[in-house]
């Protein structure tokens, strides 16, 4: 059964509606149009307050239009000094809620640079939020309440799971861990899908086995209340197969190389926002 973008009533049926594969398949071009077709159906079609909302995608869309309910900032964190600038006569609704999903950039820096701006909120998802199987760290600052955390709640819930945090701190080290972590995570299994390889599997034979060994595990894993650490000790059997590769694991001090990944990811987020 195909698994679609949108499930939601409504969008289902609409010619916006793709599969993931199609999705993945489409060249830069074909996904900015696309891109550009949802938009004017949100505008044209999604009725969600009585009259259809007003969704912008450029500087001066924001510009322009001074009763916008959120501003998302998506740059790159090296990129985020010219927004400012072409937004600094921009005169804001001291409703509207600013957004940042941008690794390192504290939420002062917005309050800052941005004219009547002062409900600001932080948010670092990662790359599973494009299925729908997101994980989504968010902080806010103290000017939303409770209300408006239950909307932003609601927001990042399509596309995942959400996390709020009560200290901004912890985006840069979620930075680390969740956003990066696909990434790791991605390595990991092009290390292990080489070394099936090298034990004389096929390529797509040595895909499918780590692929289906990483799904089934955690499935398996989120399927119970048991620790990883217990699982590992209810599969390395004494004398065998597992074990064996496990010491190896440990001789190679595996843990401590991903705990020199997490540090190295934190301590560039932070530099990231800083500027550097």
Request: glycine content about 6%; proline content about 2%; aromatic content about 10%.
């Amino acid at each position: 059964m195909n698994k679609y973008y949108y499930e939601r009533s409504g969008i289902l049926e609409s010619k916006i509606n793709i599969t993931y594969h199609e999705l993945f398949c489409k060249t830069d071009e074909e996904l900015d149009n696309w891109i550009e077709e949802v938009r004017q159906y949100i505008i044209e079609d999604w009725d969600v307050r009585g009259v259809p909302p007003m969704v912008g995608q450029s500087i001066d869309d924001i510009k322009n239009h001074n009763n916008l309910d959120y501003i998302i900032f998506a740059t790159r964190p090296f990129e985020l000094t010219n927004v400012f600038k072409e937004l600094k006569n921009a005169n804001f609704n001291k409703k509207s809620i600013a957004i940042s999903v941008i690794a390192g950039k504290k939420t002062e820096i917005f309050k800052k640079n941005l004219l009547n701006i002062s409900k600001i909120v932080r948010v670092m998802p990662n790359m599973p939020a494009l299925i729908g199987e997101g994980v989504h760290c968010i902080y806010t600052n103290k000017s939303i309440n409770k209300k408006e955390i239950k909307e932003i709640d609601k927001l990042f819930s399509l596309s995942g799971k959400t996390l709020f945090f009560n200290s901004e701190t912890f985006i840069d080290k979620a930075t680390a861990v969740s956003g990066s972590g696909p990434g790791f995570i991605f390595q990991l299994i092009d290390i292990m899908e080489k070394s099936a390889i090298n034990l004389g599997f096929s390529k797509n034979t040595a895909k499918i086995l780590i692929n289906e060994t990483f799904r089934g595990s955690l499935n398996l894993l989120n399927s119970n209340n048991i620790s990883a650490e217990k699982m590992v000790e209810t599969v390395a059997t004494r004398g065998g197969t597992t074990e064996a590769g496990i010491k190896k694991m440990k001789i190679n001090k595996v843990d401590n190389i991903f705990n020199q990944v997490f540090k190295a990811a934190y301590t560039r987020a932070k530099q990231q926002g800083e500027g550097k």
